[in-house]
């Protein structure tokens, strides 16, 4: 069986590690039979498309950001919130899967889009890399025009800044030519892999304000249409998927701190300055979010299903 499955919304190393380690397992299992053929960037259309050309058959699977278009789905955007708790990459895997599967989120994207959530991109906490006078205090940030996405986008506003939400590959022009001031990415791996470490003149380094889910979905007709083998080596390779992505993270990190402490500036902030961010940029940002959804289904209950998964 041959399934040109997906498309990735990125074209470089980034987190297509797992669906190069997905690709790979899958076709050397069954000796060639089972092909899951990627597609990069925008080939097969814009990413704020992509649930709908699920949905119309174009392809099978994506990877998708609920971010870059949260009107189609609401109840996946509780991921999306700054500052849950969250403390390391399995830890956020759980708490992904348990969101990814619950009955109201689940239930949502079935109805809506036919795809259900495969797997998590776990993608790490965000970081900003910016340009002109660096934000060293909360203060700083007060009239800056930064990229951001989510709940990060909302925290990011209490601030005082103006949000802009291009996607990712409109990035680079933007910082370069100074219609953002600083972007917001999962560090460290993204910055580098979009280069916006190339024209960046400062990193901030433990503001650490929450991350944005874009998980692998897939198309439930193409899914219900796999024999019951290839579905558990899909799962199998799931878990080879989970493996590159944890160990390419780490490798970025590695190479891309070091390198940007020589000639960026590095942003640390006190104990006492992000403690105050959580409390003027945490709960308000909850507190909308659960009055923004209430009407459409019980978000009191979902949020807290978050942090019961992070238990």
């Known amino acids: 069986m041959k399934s040109p499955l997906g498309r ?66 609401q109840s996946m955007t509780v991921l999306n919130l700054p500052f849950l ?7 956020q ?3 992904a899967e348990a969101i990814h599967k619950h009955p109201i989120s689940s239930g949502e994207v079935k109805k809506k889009w036919n795809i259900m959530a495969f797997s998590s991109s776990n993608l790490p906490q965000y970081e900003f890399l910016g340009r002109g006078d660096a934000p060293t205090s909360l203060e700083g940030w007060k009239g800056m025009t930064v990229r951001a996405l989510g709940g990060l986008a909302r925290a990011m506003e209490k601030l005082g800044t103006s949000i802009s939400t291009m996607t990712a590959t409109e990035v680079y022009q933007a910082i370069d030519r100074g ?30 304000p929450g991350t944005n889910d874009c998980p692998n979905v897939i198309s439930l007709t193409a899914w219900n249409k796999l024999p019951k083998q290839y579905k558990s080596l899909m799962y199998e390779a799931r878990e080879s998927g989970y493996a590159a992505l944890k160990a390419a993270y780490s490798a970025k990190d590695k190479v891309n701190l ?4 020589k ?23 909850y507190d909308q979010w659960l009055a923004a ?6 978000s009191k209950a979902f949020l807290d299903a978050v942090f019961a998964a992070a238990k």
């Open 93 to 95: 895997r759980r708490v």
């Open 179 to 208: 219609a953002a001031d600083a972007v917001s990415f999962p560090s460290t791996y993204a910055h580098s892999a979009y280069k916006i470490d190339e024209v960046a003149e400062w990193f901030t380094s433990n503001l650490s």
């Open 263 to 285: 000639y960026l500036k590095e942003v640390k902030y006190s104990d006492a300055e992000l403690a105050k961010f959580r409390k003027v940029a945490g709960q308000p940002v």
């Open 258 to 261: 070091p390198k940007w402490r």
């Open 8 to 73: 990735s919304n990125h074209s470089k190393v980034k987190n297509t590690g797992f669906a190069k380690a997905w690709a790979k397992h899958v076709s050397e299992k069954t000796g060639g039979n089972f092909k899951i053929k990627i597609f990069y960037g925008d080939q097969l259309g814009g990413k704020k498309q992509n649930l709908d050309n699920i949905k119309a058959g174009v392809f099978k699977a994506s990877k998708v950001c609920w971010a870059y278009h949260p009107g189609k789905n």
């Open 293 to 298: 959804n209430k009407s459409k289904f019980d």
């Open 85 to 91: 708790p969250v403390r390391n990459f399995d830890m």
